[in-house]
């Protein structure tokens, strides 16, 4: 059974920084095409960063240069480091496969203030 576990949100003043965690457990994140998304209240859930399984990484144009994807294959983590961060940031994170194909887990928190 495959599980995600997100960690690492929280309160953060705008300009400041988070790293978020995505624990896998019964999937091999170095094989998947790994993917960050967010939702903030009353919108669509949207991707903010994508890991081929090669490393390759993507982000959509509003968030390069301050939103990093990475991932640990001994820890089998995937993180997002995310800089400068606004408080149109503010949403609750999940990780999930490139085509969302694995069951959401519970999400992380994260809430900028201006």
């Known amino acids: 059974q495959v599980q995600l576990v997100e960690s690492g949100g929280g309160l953060v003043q705008a300009g400041g920084s988070l790293r978020l965690s995505c624990q896998a457990s019964?999937?091999?994140?170095?094989?998947?095409?790994m993917a960050w998304y967010r939702q903030a209240p009353g919108d669509q859930r949207e991707l903010v960063a994508l890991?081929?399984?090669?490393?390759?990484?993507n982000y959509p144009d509003s968030l390069k240069g301050r939103f990093s994807i990475s991932r640990d294959n001994a820890k089998n983590t995937l993180y997002l480091q995310m800089n400068n961060l606004k408080p149109e940031d503010t949403a609750v994170y999940y990780c999930?496969?490139?085509?969302?194909?694995?069951?959401w887990g519970q999400g992380t928190q994260v809430t900028v203030s201006s």
């Open positions: 890991m081929s399984s090669v490393g390759t990484t």
């Open positions: 019964g999937i091999i994140l170095s094989l998947t095409p």
């Open positions: 999930n496969t490139q085509w969302r194909s694995v069951d």
